[in-house]
């Protein structure tokens, strides 16, 4: 089993749709949830961590963790063609010697104008 | 503050040569990482640090040595290159008690 999982891509979207993007987790006893975002040819950039269940807002973005159900999702409101890129869901596991992320695969995201 | 600085964004290694990718942060974390992400996966973990003098192996570490002698700079060596390790490698560093983190902005590496 995959330590992250990300639903399989690409999704395309109409521009002005709700774009959900989601993945799930094996460590139970991971505390901290991140979204990346990067577009073709360059780095991630961090856009949304979620530490706490429920949801986290900010902008058009909210994160949403149920950990539980060792899942977390991401939602971008309004999509805009700008938004089309790969989001990398990624879990922070907790290591003897040090904390690492883990990545998902990523989901390809594009927006239609 | 140039945040995280990765040199160089482009290389192309012949089977066997040795190089190494160099990584640079000036926001004095004590935390820095090394990834590779080969075409249309996620990112696997190489090497990481925390802290000057202390480093530990990721998922891939075969292939590949580190060092971290000064808390800014933690360089990646690439060993007898082969095409498997033709790939992009991000560096990336945080803080203590902060999990988000700052990437460079990756090494392109193609080995023929």
């Known amino acids: 089993q995959k330590e992250v999982e990300q639903n399989s891509g690409p999704l395309s979207v109409p521009e002005g749709a709700i774009a959900s993007l989601n993945c799930t987790y094996s460590?139970?006893?991971?505390?901290?949830f991140f979204w990346y975002r990067q577009y073709s040819g360059k780095s991630p950039e961090l856009i949304m961590s979620?530490?706490?269940?429920g949801d986290k807002e900010d902008g058009r973005f909210t994160a949403q963790l149920n950990k539980a159900s060792q899942y977390v999702s991401l939602l971008i409101r309004d999509s805009q063609p700008s938004d089309s890129a790969t989001y990398l869901c990624a879990v922070n596991v907790a290591e003897t010697s040090g904390s690492r992320l883990t990545f998902g695969e990523g989901t390809q995201l594009t927006v239609n104008p | 503050n140039a945040g995280v600085t990765q040199t160089p964004k482009f290389r192309i290694l012949k089977i066997g040569q040795s190089m190494t990718l160099q990584c640079t942060q000036d926001?004095?974390?004590?935390?820095m990482y090394w990834y590779r992400q080969d075409p249309g996966m996620g990112l696997k973990l190489i090497y990481y640090?925390?802290?000057?003098?202390?480093?530990d192996k990721g998922e891939v570490p075969n292939g590949y040595n580190v060092s971290r002698s000064t808390t800014e700079d933690f360089p990646l060596r690439l060993e007898l290159a082969a095409p498997s390790q033709t790939s992009v490698y991000f560096c990336?560093?945080?803080?203590?008690?902060?999990?988000?983190?700052?990437f460079g902005s990756g090494t392109r590496l193609t080995v023929v």
């Open positions: 460590d139970r006893g991971s505390q901290s």
């Open positions: 979620i530490y706490s269940n």
């Open positions: 640090s925390v802290g000057a003098g202390i480093t």
């Open positions: 990336a560093s945080r803080t203590r008690g902060h999990y988000g983190y700052t």
């Open positions: 926001m004095n974390h004590n935390y």
